[in-house]
C-alpha cells in the first residue's frame, strides 16, 4: 500500500536528522583523532623520536686522560701509555657463552679471564660495557675488530693506562693507581660516574691518591649506532672530556735516585730540604717497589714477597715513620733552656756519667762522664748528663713547646700517605693517655729524645732546616699545577734569639768538623760543602745492650741530621737507619754522601772527602744501582 506523503516526509526527515547526528559524531571522532595524530607527531615528535634512536643509538662515556706528574726539571714521573683492550656491553651481545666461545678463538683468554668478566657482567648494569681483556697486541685486537660481525655486543678499544718509569724511585711519593673497588665506591656518597666503568684507575695511595680529583680529569661522551646485533655501526658525534691536571713536583729525580741507591741493603729513610723553600728535594724510604705492579692487579706472589719482608717495603718511612729521636733532639732541648734563660751558652754542667734522681740513675753514654761541658762541648760530644740537668730546669712545657716550633709533633700538609704527626708529649697528654701523671724522670729521657719523644724524618729534616735559617718554612711538595706556580708557605721568622740560635748552628758545625765531634770521620773538606749536624742514636729495647751481639731487629736505630753549607745554607738532610746501630757509623756517612750529591748536582769528586775514607766513599758510589740515562758518572768511569 502506497504510504501517504506525510509519513514519507517524516520518515525523510528522520533520517536526515540521523544521518547528521552520525556524521557530527564521525566528524568529531575524525576531529580528536587527527588531534591526537598532530599531539604525537608534532607535539611530541622530538620524545618519539629520542625513543626510537635509542633502539639504535647508544651514549657512552670517554674516559679522560689522567693528568701526568713531573719532577722539578720536567722529567715524567708518573705518565699514561696506550693500552689494546676488548670490552662487552651485555644488552647488545645476546648469547653470552656463544660470544665469548667465539672469542676464545680469536685471542688467548684463559678460563679465570672468562669467569671474572662474567662476574663483572653479573654485577653491573647491561649497558655499562666491561673490560673483557686488556694490554693486548694489536694483532689480536685487529682479529676481533675483522670477526666483529660475529661477536655482538664486543667492540676493541685503544685506552690509556698508567706507567712509572723510574719504578721503584718514586714509589713511596706517587704511590700508583689501580682498578675501582666496590670498597673505593663505599667511601663516596655521590661517586663519578667514571668510577662504574670496570677497571677505570684511579689513585690508590700516595701523591696519586691524595689529588685524584685534580688528577682524575672529567668524562667525555660519544654517540655510537648500533644495528639490531648489538654491532657498532659508526660513531656518530664526539665531545671530548676535560684531561687531568698536570703536577710539577718539587723533587729532583737525580738527587732522589741518589737516595734511594745510598740507601739500598738498608731499613731506612731520607729527607733533603731547601731551607728557604721548604721544598722537599728529595724523600725516600728504603727498600722500596715498583709501582708499577699494582697498577693492574698485583699477583699474590708478589704481594707476599713485598709482605713478607722484614725491612717493609711498602712502608714510607719518611713521613708515616716515627722514632725516638735520639740525641737528634738535644737541640730542641738547649734553644728551650736557653731562650727560658735557665741557663747561659757559656755554663758549664759536671758530667759525671750520670745524673741521679732520688733512688734512680740516668746514665751518659760514655760511662766515666764528660766532665765539665757547657752548650758547644755538650752538642759536639753528645753529653747526655747536660741535657738531663736542663731538662729538670725547663721542664717538659717548654721543650715540647719549642719542638713544636721547630715542626716535630705536627701533621704537615704533604700530598702523602697517611702523614704522621709524631709526639711532642705534655703532662696534659700523659694524663689524657695513660691516666698517669708526669714524672720528672719523664722529661730527662724526653730531653735526649727518648721516652715518649717521636719525629718522622720529614720533621728532623724540617727541623734542621728551620735551625739553619731561624724561619718558620713548610714542607713544599707539588711545584706546580698546569704550570701554575704553588705558594711558598712560612710562618716567618721563628722568634727565637739570633744569638742562640747561632751558639746551637756553631755547635752542630763542631760536631761534623772538630776533631772531637761525634761525626768527624763524615765530614766534607771545602768550605761550600762543610755541613753541620747533629748524630742519634734512639733505643728500640729499655735496656741498653752492644747492637753487635743482638739479632738485627733488636738493635738501635740511627740517626743524622744536618744542614749545608755551613755558612750558607741551602739544603738540609734527615738520615734515618733502622736498627743501624750508631748514628755517627750508620747514619752520618750516608748524610754526608747525600750532602755532597744535592751541593755537587752530580756523583761528587773524591777529593771533597777526608783521604781516610776515599776508598771506601769510591767503593760505594761504584756499587751504587744509579740510573746511568740520567748522566750519572760514577767515580771508576771518569778520566
Known amino acids: ?58 651514549i657512552r662515556l670517554i674516559p679522560p686522560a689522567r693528568g701526568l706528574i713531573f719532577d722539578r726539571t720536567g722529567t715524567p714521573i708518573a705518565e699514561n701509555v696506550q693500552n689494546y683492550r676488548i670490552v662487552i656491553v651485555r644488552e647488545d651481545a645476546g648469547d653470552l657463552e656463544e660470544t665469548f666461545a667465539r ?60 706507567h712509572y718509569p723510574l719504578t721503584d724511585d718514586f714509589a713511596h711519593v706517587v704511590g700508583y693507581v689501580g682498578p675501582v673497588s666496590d670498597y673505593d665506591l663505599s667511601k663516596l656518597e655521590n661517586p663519578d660516574p667514571l668510577l662504574q666503568i670496570p677497571k677505570f684507575q684511579i689513585g690508590k695511595v700516595g701523591l696519586e691518591a691524595k689529588r685524584e680529583d685534580q688528577l682524575r680529569g672529567s668524562a667525555g661522551t660519544k654517540r655510537i649506532e648500533v644495528n639490531a646485533g648489538g654491532r657498532v655501526m659508526r660513531e656518530l658525534s664526539r665531545q671530548e672530556g676535560q684531561k687531568g691536571a698536570d703536577l710539577q713536583l718539587t723533587i729532583d729525580h737525580g738527587l732522589q735516585n741518589f737516595v734511594n741507591a745510598r740507601l739500598v741493603g738498608e731499613s731506612a729513610a731520607s729527607v733533603v730540604m731547601d731551607v728557604t723553600s721548604g721544598d722537599v728535594l728529595a724523600i725516600a724510604s728504603a727498600p722500596s ?20 719482608d722484614d725491612h717493609r717495603p711498602l712502608a714510607d718511612k719518611s713521613v708515616q715513620g716515627t722514632y725516638p729521636p735520639g740525641s737528634t733532639f738535644k737541640m730542641v732541648t738547649a734553644l728551650a733552656a736557653h731562650e727560658a734563660g735557665v741557663v747561659t751558652a757559656g755554663e ?107 719525629a718522622s724524618p720529614l720533621q728532623l729534616a724540617l727541623m734542621a732546616a728551620r735551625i739553619a735559617t731561624g724561619e718558620g718554612i713548610h714542607p713544599r711538595l707539588v711545584k706546580s699545577i698546569d704550570s701554575v706556580e704553588q705558594p711558598v708557605v712560612t710562618d716567618g721568622p721563628l722568634d727565637l734569639s739570633p744569638t742562640t740560635l747561632s751558639q746551637v748552628r756553631k755547635a752542630m758545625y763542631n760536631v761534623s768538623n772538630s776533631r772531637r765531634g761525634t761525626a768527624y770521620r763524615s765530614r766534607l773538606l771545602p768550605d761550600e760543602f762543610k755541613l ?108
Not at 738540609?572 to 751541593?599: F, M, N, Q, T, Y
Request: net charge positive; aromatic share 8%; with cysteine.
Open 532 to 639: 753541620a749536624g747533629k748524630t742519634g742514636t734512639s733505643q728500640v729495647r729499655s735496656v741498653v745492650v752492644d747492637n753487635k751481639n743482638v739479632p738485627w731487629e733488636q738493635r738501635d736505630h740511627a740517626l743524622f741530621v744536618c744542614f749545608a753549607p755551613y755558612h750558607d745554607p741551602k739544603i738540609a738532610v734527615s738520615v734515618v737507619v733502622e736498627h743501624g746501630g750508631g748514628g755517627s757509623k750508620a747514619a752520618a756517612p750516608v748524610a754526608r754522601d747525600i750532602v755532597a750529591r744535592a751541593l755537587h748536582g752530580d756523583i761528587p769528586p773524591l777529593d771533597i772527602f777526608p783521604s781516610g775514607v776515599r776508598a771506601e766513599v769510591e767503593e760505594k758510589f761504584n756499587a751504587m744501582p744509579l740510573r746511568r740515562e740520567d748522566g750519572f758518572a760514577k767515580p771508576s768511569d771518569r778520566a
Open 289 to 308: 717497589f715498583d709501582p708499577n705492579l699494582f697498577v693492574r692487579g698485583i699477583s699474590v706472589k708478589d704481594y707476599r714477597t713485598l709482605t713478607e
Open 1 to 58: 500500500m502506497r504510504r501517504p506523503p506525510k509519513d514519507t516526509e517524516e520518515s525523510a526527515r528522520r533520517i536526515t536528522r540521523r544521518g547528521l547526528v552520525l556524521g557530527a559524531g564521525m566528524l568529531g571522532f575524525m576531529g580528536v583523532l587527527s588531534a591526537r595524530m598532530r599531539y604525537m607527531q608534532v607535539d611530541q615528535a622530538e620524545e618519539f623520536r629520542l625513543l626510537a634512536e635509542e633502539n639504535r643509538i647508544n
Open 348 to 454: 758549664t754542667i759536671y758530667c759525671g756519667g750520670y745524673k741521679k734522681l732520688g733512688t734512680r740513675r740516668f746514665h751518659c753514654w760514655k760511662r766515666g762522664g764528660h766532665g765539665y761541658v757547657d752548650l758547644n762541648d755538650s752538642l759536639m760530644r753528645s753529653c747526655d748528663v747536660y741535657y738531663y740537668e736542663l731538662a729538670e730546669r725547663v721542664g717538659i712545657e717548654k721543650i715540647s713547646e719549642m719542638a713544636r716550633k721547630l715542626g716535630i709533633g705536627i701533621r704537615h700538609d704533604l700530598p702523602m700517605s697517611a702523614v704522621a704527626e709524631g709526639l711532642a708529649p705534655t703532662k696534659a697528654w700523659k694524663q689524657a693517655r695513660r691516666q698517669e701523671s708526669w714524672m720528672v724522670g719523664d722529661s730527662l729521657n724526653a730531653s735526649i729524645g727518648q721516652g715518649f719523644v717521636l
Open 103 to 162: 672469542l676464545r678463538a680469536l685471542v688467548p683468554l684463559s678460563d679465570d679471564d672468562v669467569e671474572r668478566a662474567m662476574r663483572e657482567i653479573k654485577r653491573r648494569s647491561p649497558f655499562v660495557p666491561v673490560t673483557i681483556a686488556d694490554q693486548l697486541a694489536w694483532e689480536d685486537v685487529a682479529e676481533v675488530a675483522v670477526n666483529a660481525p660475529a661477536l655482538p655486543g664486543v667492540t676493541p678499544e685503544v685506552g690509556l693506562t698508567r
